[in-house]
């Protein structure tokens, strides 16, 4: 028999890459759907028959406790999240309720229930805030939004379980990473998509917000097997997850200009204040040493060859 994973967000862009990584080495793949009139299945709809899914909420921790008692996994991997930064500004109690509380229910549900999974909860580089790059696992958690600091709250919880109780859990701090999966209202699904869209006439310009942040992009595809690696080590810990190379919200832009043929791309796009959020993180790159001494793991994406990906996937959507 082979092992038994259940995952929290399995119809998000990284449980989709983590469900087909886990039933490729021989797993049995649990999932936890949120109830919706209408299914929001289509990143896994290719491997739905592979998957046994159970109805629940991050939000409701009865679900989660019979979810726990009927599946008995041997690993979880705690994905479900409100993710997107600037949703958590306009909802932030919800995004508490979901990323902080929803971690704390999970780990209480296994603590009642008596059973040993391996845990790997997904933190965010997010955490970091206003802390200067490049950032490790010593580098202090200064958040600057409710989804940071709600994050922040997961993984010192995590952390308190750990040592409190000797549960196997593992933080992945993940910096950005993407994929043409990604949920359209992120900013670099929506340049992918809005120039994509441009160029086969449907929409006439893509307007975005702060386009001098500087992020850390990678690929989920490859950052997934890292939380699997995590879950693979005799002893549990936290580890940083990223490229180690660092790109700003212009340079996504011109690559993708390039990718797509535009001559001047800037004819195009154009930045609203609007879209600023109300405190930025100026500037984030991984410094993951830690993740590729003792995980073995290191990116093989890179920067070009995603935007080249997703923009090739959004000129073959139909609008």
């Keep these: 028999m082979g092992k038994i994973a259940l995952v929290t967000g399995i119809t998000g862009q990284d449980g989709s890459y983590l469900a087909e990584l886990l039933l490729h080495k021989g797993y049995e793949v649990h999932g936890i759907v949120r109830r919706s009139s209408s299914l929001n299945t289509s990143r896994i709809d290719h491997i739905f028959d592979r998957l046994r899914l159970h109805y629940g909420d991050m939000t409701d921790g009865t679900s989660i406790t019979r979810i726990l008692s009927l599946v008995r996994p041997d690993e979880i991997y705690a994905l479900g999240a409100q993710s997107h930064v600037m949703v958590s500004f306009e909802n932030p109690e919800y995004t508490a309720q979901v990323d902080a509380v929803g971690t704390l229910r999970l ?158 791309v800037w004819d195009f796009v154009r930045s609203d204040s609007r879209y600023m959020r109300p405190a930025e993180v100026p500037d984030l790159c991984a410094d993951y040493l830690k993740a590729r001494r003792e995980l073995g793991w290191s990116p093989r994406t890179t920067f070009k060859e995603l935007v080249r990906e997703m923009c090739e996937a959004d000129m073959e959507r139909k609008s």
């Excluded at 805030?129 to 922040?152: D, F, H, M």
């Excluded at 997934?224 to 990223?242: F, H, N, S, T």
């Design 107 to 264: 780990l209480e549900a296994i603590r009642i229930l008596g059973i040993h999974p391996k845990v790997y909860q997904a933190s965010t580089s997010e955490m970091f805030g206003i802390a200067p790059s490049p950032q490790n696992e010593e580098t202090p958690l200064l958040p600057v939004s409710p989804y940071g600091a709600a994050k922040v709250y997961a993984y010192h919880i995590t952390r308190t379980y750990r040592q409190g109780y000797g549960m196997f859990i593992s933080n992945g701090i993940l910096f950005n990473h993407e994929s043409s999966r990604r949920g359209v209202t992120f900013v670099t699904r929506k340049i992918t998509r809005g120039l994509a869209a441009i160029k086969r006439g449907e929409q006439k310009e893509l307007v975005l917000g702060n386009l001098d942040a500087l992020r850390d992009w990678g690929h989920a595809r490859d950052f997934v097997e890292a939380m699997w690696l995590m879950l693979q080590r005799e002893k549990p810990d936290d580890y940083v997850i990223g490229t180690g190379e660092q790109h700003s919200v212009r340079e996504f832009v011109e690559e993708a200009g390039k990718c797509l043929g535009f001559s001047n």
